[in-house]
């Protein structure tokens, strides 16, 4: 699974969306913001259990990150800062969607085993680095190798097709878990998936650059 690969094509049917805030004055910045409110808000949500709302509004802030791209291109506002600014939103968005579960005391492993909740924080724990990290290699190898060629407003590497659960895995995996009532196990999944994904990205580094 890999949805990046499709990214350009989801984009295309949001440009309706992208459309309405252009000619609404909202700045590519400015829907980013309203993409970590959205989070944020989700964040709450996940904390008092309305895992459904909270899924909604993740599903909106995953909708407006694709948006804001849109609407700098078509407004000719593409800026390095705007290319920054996305990536430090996407991880602020993540980690605290995940510790809204965390908090939010929900049996993960306690619910199947006979284990303190202490371990459930330690799952979400772990599902927030495999999340961290699976983004940080791609920056790091940009820093280090040198990628620097942009398609259409984002950075053009390899590493764009290697891993299998990355960002937009994770937000769906979690939207439908909190739609379905199954919270839980989409943590789990995060957890071992995105570490899984870092892990196959290493190795292809290593394969390749070594």
């Excluded at 699974?1 to 949001?14: G, P, S, V």
């Excluded at 409110?37 to 895992?51: D, E, K, M, N, T």
């Excluded at 680095?129 to 390899?158: C, H, L, Q, W």
Aim: some cysteine; aromatic content about 12%.
């Amino acid at each position: 699974m890999n949805i990046t690969a499709f990214r350009y094509r989801f984009i295309k049917h949001l440009e309706p969306i992208a459309e309405i805030c252009k000619k609404a004055g909202f700045t590519p910045n400015t829907i980013t913001i309203l993409s970590i409110v959205a989070g944020c808000l989700c964040s709450i949500s996940y904390f008092f259990h309305s895992f459904f709302i909270g899924s909604l509004l993740l599903f909106c802030s995953a909708i407006l990150d694709l948006v804001d791209g849109s609407v700098a291109r078509m407004t000719g506002r593409e800026t390095p800062f705007g290319a920054v600014f996305d990536w430090i939103a996407d991880k602020y968005v993540d980690t605290i969607v995940l510790l809204g579960v965390g908090l939010s005391g929900i049996p993960i492993i306690s619910g199947i085993a006979n284990v303190p909740h202490i371990w459930d924080f330690g799952i979400v724990a772990i599902a927030i680095i495999g999340s961290m990290m699976n983004t940080f290699i791609k920056p790091v190898t940009y820093a280090e190798i040198g990628f620097t060629e942009r398609k259409e407003g984002k950075i053009d590497d390899p590493l764009e097709g290697i891993g299998f659960f990355g960002r937009p895995e994770t937000v769906l995996v979690l939207v439908l878990g909190g739609l379905t009532g199954f919270i839980w196990v989409s943590v789990l999944i995060i957890a071992v998936c995105t570490n899984m994904s870092a892990i196959q990205r290493i190795t292809y580094l290593y394969k390749r650059y070594s």
